[in-house]
């Protein structure tokens, strides 16, 4: 029986401001022999960061079947697919729902080029996709000279040095969907080359390898951390007024000023284009904050019950003054102690601080290397921040927190943490 013809395509996409000018890269490599087979790269004027990847998607797809006259005959071939896009692998790969309109078409031309038994997904970080990424971004160069990216201008291949022997290259085996054989030896393999840096940014800041990433970016010395930027939510009509609301309370929505808001910091980290997923508390002010970033952005957003805000038990709805007057030995109680819960049985510092502690470890593990907004409340936030600077319990009284506003903390692999920004508001202004 003939073997099928192993391929693997590597794509990327980018946007600059997302929505920006856009571009995508695609390659497709032998795995046997790391040779560039096919490259493909072109300017597709403003769009987001996904359109843009999902467009990489599907040029390297029908790239590669075009290296394979009889592609869709059952045996013929088999591809691999290898982007840094977690939302489209994760799409194509059937484990999420596609619910933004402009990706629904998309998918559905990726997923007609090739039978779904003939192409798997893998995830990679960004630091193993520079050939696509370099692509896209001499894709982007083009297109604000006014002109078309040409193959025979094309670099991307020289600065992407592959290894020159199958012992040092990813077997492509195992039935579709086996991603396990391998997969450790691919990214190993694929990950040591020089380049560019990322889509988003311009070819000419990738120049050098300790170029910072643009907005919230690693130390390449340190390896690429989980960065959480930790967004609160915008006002409600209990905000400006300064009283409890937690997540024991009557779960306000954003007011008209937090609507406002909002629009303001989706505008403004669309500008950065740092941002890759979204993750928001379940509470209404959160999620209707997180949904104005994510129609901007173009992503979906996870829901995280570890994210919500404290419950304050008896005090919801009252100024600290009131419970100051109503429920005095309490709030002294509480105010002195991370283990005093709220009068009524609401939730502790303490308590507080287990919970978001294990959503940070969760989340860092599930995002490395990744840029995460973290959509979430006043004490989730103090809390993170606390823990990273490692302070005591007391000092979240010593932290000012505006309505939404943004904070910054990135994770590494060795289990630091480092503080990139607390309370920015310079995008309400």
């Known amino acids: 029986m003939t073997q099928p013809r192993q391929l693997v395509v590597e794509a990327d996409g980018g946007s600059r401001g997302n929505p920006g000018p856009a571009g995508y890269g695609a390659v497709v490599i032998d795995p046997a022999t790391g040779e560039t087979l096919a490259e493909a790269a072109e300017y597709i004027g403003v769009a987001t960061n996904n359109v843009a990847e999902y467009k990489g998607l599907i040029a390297g797809l029908k790239a590669a079947k075009a290296l394979v006259p009889d592609a869709s005959a059952d045996g013929a071939l088999r591809v ?8 489209v692998v994760e799409q194509m790969s059937g484990r999420w729902k596609i619910k933004h309109p402009d990706m ?7 997923a007609k080029i090739l039978p779904a038994s003939v192409v798997t997904y893998e995830w990679i970080p960004r630091e ?8 896209a971004n001499e894709a982007m160069d083009a297109g604000r000279r006014g002109e078309q990216w040409q193959p025979s201008s094309s ?3 020289l600065d992407t040095p592959r290894p020159s022997t199958t012992a040092d290259l990813p077997p492509v085996s195992g039935p579709p969907g086996d991603a396990a054989a391998g997969a450790a030896r691919a990214r190993a393999a694929l990950s040591a080359r020089p380049g560019a840096g990322t889509a988003a940014e ?8 300790s170029a910072p990433r643009q907005g919230w970016g690693a130390a390449p010395d340190l390896g690429a951390p989980a960065t959480f930027v930790l967004l609160r939510h915008g006002e409600t009509a209990l905000t400006p007024e300064k009283r409890f609301s937690g997540s024991g309370g009557s779960d306000p929505e954003l007011s ?20 890759e997923e ?3 508390s379940p509470l209404r002010r959160c999620r209707e904050t997180a ?4 129609s901007r952005l173009g992503l979906e957003v996870r829901i995280e019950d570890g994210l919500r805000e404290t419950d304050f038990g008896a005090w919801e709805g009252l100024t600290f003054a009131e419970v100051r007057e109503r429920y005095g030995p309490d709030l002294d109680a509480w105010l002195g102690s991370a283990k005093a819960v709220p009068t009524g049985g609401g939730e502790s510092f303490a308590e507080v601080t287990r919970r978001v502690a294990a959503t940070r470890d969760r989340l860092a593990a599930r995002y490395a290397g990744r840029t995460v907004l973290l959509v979430t409340h006043v004490t989730p936030i103090k809390t993170l921040v606390r823990l990273a600077l490692g302070a005591p319990p007391e000092a979240m009284f010593r932290m000012e927190l505006s309505a939404a506003s943004v904070s910054a903390v990135a994770y590494y692999a060795d289990g630091n943490a480092s503080l990139r920004l607390l309370n920015d508001t310079s995008h309400l202004r």
């Not at 629904?104 to 990726?110: E, G």
């Not at 008209?256 to 941002?275: K, P, V, Y």
């Not at 949904?291 to 994510?294: C, N």
């Open 80 to 87: 691999r697919v290898r982007m840094d896009s977690k939302l």
């Open 278 to 280: 979204i993750v928001s």
């Open 202 to 209: 311009p070819a000419a800041a990738a120049a050098s390898l």
């Open 256 to 275: 008209a000023t937090g609507r406002h808001q909002a629009e303001l910091i989706a505008r403004s980290l669309a500008a950065r284009g740092t941002i």
């Open 128 to 135: 193993q996709n520079k050939h696509a990424d370099r692509l």
């Open 104 to 110: 629904k078409p998309l998918a559905a031309q990726a």
């Open 291 to 294: 949904a104005a970033v994510a």
């Open 155 to 157: 670099t991307a291949a």
